[in-house]
Structures are given as structure tokens and as C-alpha cells.
């Protein structure tokens, strides 16, 4: 990367940063500076409560044990978490076995640019009106209940929106819809490039395709399947949309689909800037650490 | 290595086609579990409220254009908010390629001090979820007048460590430096190169990158509600949480059926055309859910 620049003027290196002024700019103003604001700000009790406007006046950590002994900042990490699960193992395990059988060159799969097309689909689609449509079609009149009713699977409307397990699994199926397409191709490029010699060695020694697929695929893959998961966590943990829209922001029934950001969405709607700060650091320091394992695969990866 | 398992061939011939049509019918299922949400959406705009009261019928009926114009004309600005998500999705994905092409080039063909340490701190920033400076965001935004304003929501686009990311690494097997080296000895000056060769050269990863801002802008719901409160400017993704939450039973649902339509079915179109470069410019990277 270096040895090619030696014979370049000097004076032109300068040019280097004046064309990282506009984003080192934007930078400092749109998220340097708002994320120390931010910090700053769950040091303050800072909210309202009916008309009055109680501080800010500065208490410490008062804010973050405020968080934890409440007893709802575990119960939404909970709630975030499971859902995030419900809809990766799936996306994981299906992901694997199609990428798996896209570049599984004894199969032969016609169409593929076709199958490739449409399960990245759900991908692009605009999550809160994914979410919306999901709440139209799973309503108690709605055509899900009409169809199951049609087919005599059950004899009065399902109510999916009062149920917890169905609320959760509605949230896990649409995250599992609009990802698993993107997690197929990201694990077909890391199985592409893995050497075509070593594969024909294996079926040469006799081994079957489950065989290769865990001997050979699984371990050489392990950084991209590494990156697939903690950037999937990452994701999860910023989970929304499709929970925001589907409860119309409640999180209910009981709050049992309320996430972190939906509590923090709250928080900054009621100007409790106190406790959304508090919690916007926690999660920064999750995120953070997962981005520095993520950084750490990638960076061994390169050398 | 035919020769080899020459005595097998019969038998993993045989395993061969029942894995692909059982391969198949896996691909069939997923496709169908893909498509058919869009199916239903569909068929269901084209219906009115009255036919859509006595249960599901794959049939589509003849409402559509009654649906759409209801829903044009209803209470919900939906049109300006198509507008309003047009100009912030476009501006957001022009200054975020521009930009970040820019900033990938500061690294990519100068030598300055320091030039290690910016690259690894814009890579170290790239997984930060913007939700954890939303308060400061919001604070900042609300200081500066620019509440109800496109500008807090286009211009942080110049900021993008995933697209300067994904530039850079294209900028690595795509641009010789022995070109700019041609380039400056005939006497351009930098900015000219960098806009006159630098950026054409670039075109196949802006238009990549350009489709991703855009649509990830287009789809984006949570900064955009915290900043948009003037109906006449809200994006359709915050129109479409204010429907979900009106009394939405005292709905026409062929209304609300048609601005779903009207959110998803523009992207699907787009998408249709343009899914092989979509499709290829997945593995650039980024934070996903």
C-alpha cells in the first residue's frame, strides 16, 4: 500500500487533509459532539414531571443505579435478546444450508440468480411498514385468521396481537425474513473463496458432503461466521422498527416486546434526558465491546 | 477425479438428484414465505373496505384505483411525505458517496501524517449504532433551529464509515496510482482530478453504494420521527407509524392496504431492476439485524 507513493511530490500530501475536512467536520458536529453531550447528560437528573421541569441538577451515577434497580432495563435486554434469538437461529441455520448449497458446484442449482433475488428482497422493504402490514394481515379480521379459518385450523380468531409468544414470534419471523438473504450471500462470498483444491482432495479421500461441510467449510469459514453473528448482535441490539410499529410503541401485551431502543425511544419522547443518557451509554459500551471482537476477527483476517 | 470414484458415480448420482430436488423444494418454500406477504398486500389494495370485511380471497377485485386516490386524498399527507422522503433519501445518498469517495481518497493516494490513525479510528467508528447519541442529536439539532428541517437528516450522510469503507477497498484494486501520477504531470490540480478522474473511474462502487444509502435513508424511521413533528414534513416511514397509530379500526383498510402499497411497492419496482448490483454489493459490509 505504501511503496508506491515514494516517487510523489511532497506538497500534494497536504491535499490528504483538506479532503478529510468534510467528514472529519460532520463528524465532530453530528455525532462527536452529540454522543459527549449525550454522556454528560446521564450524569443529570433532567425531566419532567406533569409541568414542572425537575433539574438538571448533577447526581452522579445516580441514573445508571436508577437503570438497574428498577427492574425494567433487564426485563427489555431480556425481551431483546430472546427476540433477536428467535429470529437468528433460524437465519443462521437456513442461511448456512442455502449458501452451503449455492456454491455446492455437485448440485448444480438452476435459477439461482432468481432465488438469490428474491430472498434478499425482504431485506429492502421498508421495516415499519413491513411491521404495519404484518399487524393489517395478523389483526383478528384480518386475512391470516380469515385463511385459517377458511381451512378449519381453528374456529375463532387467533388474537396474535395478545399473546406474548405470538407478538415475539411475529418480531423474530420478520427479522428472520428481512435477513436471512443478506446473511446467505455475505456466507456464500466467505465459502467462494475458500480453495476449490481442498474440497476435491476431501472427495478424493472419500469424504461425503456433511463430511466436508463441517471438516472443511465450517472451520475456514469461522471469522466470517464470527462477523455474521456479533454484527447480527449489534443489529439486534438497536432492534426497533418492527416492534415500535407492530405495538404501536407499547411493547405489549404486558411490555414483554419492548427493546432497548423502543425504552430509549421513550425516555427521549417524555425528555427524560437523564435516564435516556444513562442508557444510551450502557448501550454504547455493549456495542463497543461487540465491535472490538468484530474488529479484532476482521483485523486477523487481513494479515 | 471422475475416474477415481468412477465404481460410486451410480449411487452419489442418485443422492446427487434427490438432494437437488429436495434443495429445491427448501428454495420453493423460502420464496414462497418471501413473496407472499406481498402477494396478500397486494390483492387486499385492490379491494374495498366492505369486500375486505368478509375475509381473504387470492382474487384480486377492482378497487385499486378507488384505494389509492381514497388514500391520496385521505387525512395523511402521503404524497408530500413520498416527496419529502425522495429529496432526503437522494441528497443523503449523493453527499454520502461524494463525500466518503472523497475521504477514502485522502487515504488512499496521500501521504500525510497521522493517515494510519484517522484510517483506524474511521473503522473503529463504523459499528457505532446512532441511536446512542440521539439525545446529544436531538439537543444539538434542536440549539440550531434545524428541527422540522431536511437538513439534520442529509447532511450527517457526509459521515459514513461503511460507504468510505467499501470505497476504499474498491479505490485499492481499481485505482492505479500511476494515473494520478499522469494526471499531475500534465498540470491538473488536485480537486480537478479527484472530480474529473477519480469520481468517473469510481462509478460502478457510487452506484452500489448510492442505492444502499438510498434505500437504508428511505426505510429509516427512528432519527427522522425525532426531528420531524410538522406534518408537511414527515417521511412516509413516520406517516406510516402515525396510521398504525390512529384508531386505525374506524379505518377504510383498503386506505390503509393502499399506503402500505405505496410505501413497499416502489422499492420492489426499483429493486427488480437493479438487484444485480444490489445483490453484488452486499458483501461490502455494515451493521445488520
Not at chain 1, 461425503?208 to 465450517?218: D, K, P, Y
Not at chain 2, 471422475?2 to 420464496?31: C, D, M, N, P, W
Request: glycine fraction near 6%; hydrophobic fraction near 50%.
Amino acid at each position: 500500500m505504501e511503496k508506491h507513493k515514494k516517487s510523489r511530490i511532497k506538497r500534494h500530501n497536504r491535499y490528504g487533509y483538506i479532503f478529510l475536512i468534510p467528514f472529519m467536520a460532520v463528524f465532530v458536529i453530528f455525532q462527536m459532539i452529540p454522543l459527549v453531550s449525550t454522556i454528560y447528560n446521564s450524569f443529570f437528573e433532567n425531566y419532567r414531571s406533569g409541568l414542572k421541569q425537575i433539574g438538571p441538577n448533577f447526581i452522579g451515577l445516580a441514573n445508571y443505579a436508577k437503570l438497574f434497580t428498577s427492574g425494567d432495563l433487564p426485563k427489555y435486554f431480556a425481551n431483546t435478546m430472546i427476540m433477536w434469538i428467535l429470529g437468528f437461529v433460524p437465519q443462521i441455520v437456513v442461511s448456512l444450508v442455502l449458501a452451503a448449497w449455492f456454491t455446492d458446484p455437485s448440485l448444480h442449482l438452476k435459477a439461482q440468480r432468481f432465488f438469490k433475488t428474491v430472498i434478499y428482497l425482504p431485506n429492502l422493504i421498508m421495516a415499519s411498514a413491513f411491521a404495519m402490514l404484518f399487524f393489517t394481515l395478523f389483526a383478528d379480521s384480518g386475512p391470516v385468521n380469515s385463511i385459517l379459518m377458511s381451512m378449519h385450523l381453528i374456529s375463532q380468531p387467533y388474537k396474535f396481537m395478545s399473546h406474548v409468544g405470538s407478538v415475539r414470534g411475529m418480531v423474530a419471523f420478520m427479522n428472520f425474513l428481512m435477513w436471512f438473504g443478506n446473511t446467505t450471500i455475505l456466507l456464500m462470498a466467505g465459502m467462494l473463496g475458500i480453495d476449490s483444491s481442498l474440497f476435491e482432495a476431501a472427495e478424493v479421500d472419500g469424504a461425503n458432503a456433511r463430511q466436508i461441510f463441517f471438516r472443511i467449510t465450517m472451520p475456514i469459514l469461522k471469522p466470517i461466521f464470527v462477523y455474521v453473528m456479533i454484527t447480527s448482535l449489534i443489529g439486534g441490539l438497536q432492534m426497533f422498527d418492527v416492534p415500535q410499529i407492530l405495538t404501536n410503541g407499547s411493547g405489549d401485551p404486558m411490555r414483554s416486546s419492548m427493546t432497548l431502543i423502543m425504552y430509549l425511544n421513550k425516555h427521549l419522547y417524555s425528555k427524560n434526558y437523564g435516564m435516556a443518557g444513562a442508557l444510551s451509554v450502557i448501550l454504547l459500551i455493549i456495542t463497543g465491546l461487540l465491535s472490538m471482537v468484530v474488529f479484532k476477527t476482521t483485523a486477523d483476517k487481513k494479515d | 477425479m471422475a475416474a477415481v470414484q468412477a465404481k460410486e458415480e451410480k449411487t452419489a448420482k442418485g443422492t446427487a438428484r434427490g438432494r437437488r430436488i429436495f434443495s429445491y423444494i427448501i428454495l420453493i418454500i423460502l420464496t414462497f414465505l418471501c413473496l407472499i406477504w406481498f402477494y396478500i398486500l397486494f390483492i387486499n389494495t385492490t379491494r374495498s373496505n366492505g369486500e375486505l370485511g368478509k375475509g381473504f380471497t387470492p382474487i384480486p377485485s377492482t378497487h385499486l384505483i378507488e384505494n389509492l386516490y381514497n388514500m391520496l386524498h385521505g387525512s395523511l399527507p402521503f404524497v408530500r411525505g413520498m416527496l419529502n422522503s425522495l429529496i432526503i433519501a437522494g441528497l443523503s445518498a449523493l453527499f454520502s458517496t461524494y463525500f466518503s469517495t472523497m475521504t477514502a481518497y485522502a487515504i488512499h493516494a496521500y501521504d500525510f501524517k497521522g493517515k494510519k490513525a484517522i484510517y483506524t479510528f474511521i473503522l473503529a467508528i463504523m459499528m457505532i449504532p446512532t441511536q446512542v447519541s440521539a439525545l446529544g442529536f436531538v439537543q444539538l439539532v434542536s440549539k440550531m433551529n434545524l428541527m422540522d428541517h431536511y437538513l439534520p437528516l442529509v447532511v450527517p450522510a457526509v459521515a459514513s464509515p461503511v460507504v468510505f469503507f467499501y470505497m476504499k477497498q474498491y479505490m485499492d484494486s481499481n485505482l492505479p496510482a500511476s494515473l494520478l501520477e499522469a494526471a499531475r504531470i500534465d498540470g491538473a490540480g488536485e480537486f480537478r482530478i479527484f472530480n474529473t478522474i477519480v469520481m468517473p473511474l469510481m462509478k460502478p462502487a457510487i452506484a452500489v453504494q448510492a442505492i444502499f444509502t438510498f434505500v437504508s435513508s428511505w426505510n429509516n424511521y427512528f432519527t427522522p420521527a425525532l426531528i420531524l413533528h410538522k406534518e408537511s414534513m414527515k417521511t412516509l416511514p413516520v406517516l406510516i407509524a402515525e396510521l398504525r397509530s390512529a384508531d386505525w379500526l374506524k379505518f377504510d383498510m383498503g386506505q390503509v392496504y393502499a399506503a402500505i402499497t405505496f410505501s413497499i411497492f416502489p422499492v420492489i419496482f426499483v429493486y427488480l431492476f437493479l438487484s444485480k448490483y444490489i445483490v453484488g454489493g452486499v458483501t461490502a459490509g455494515g451493521v445488520k439485524g
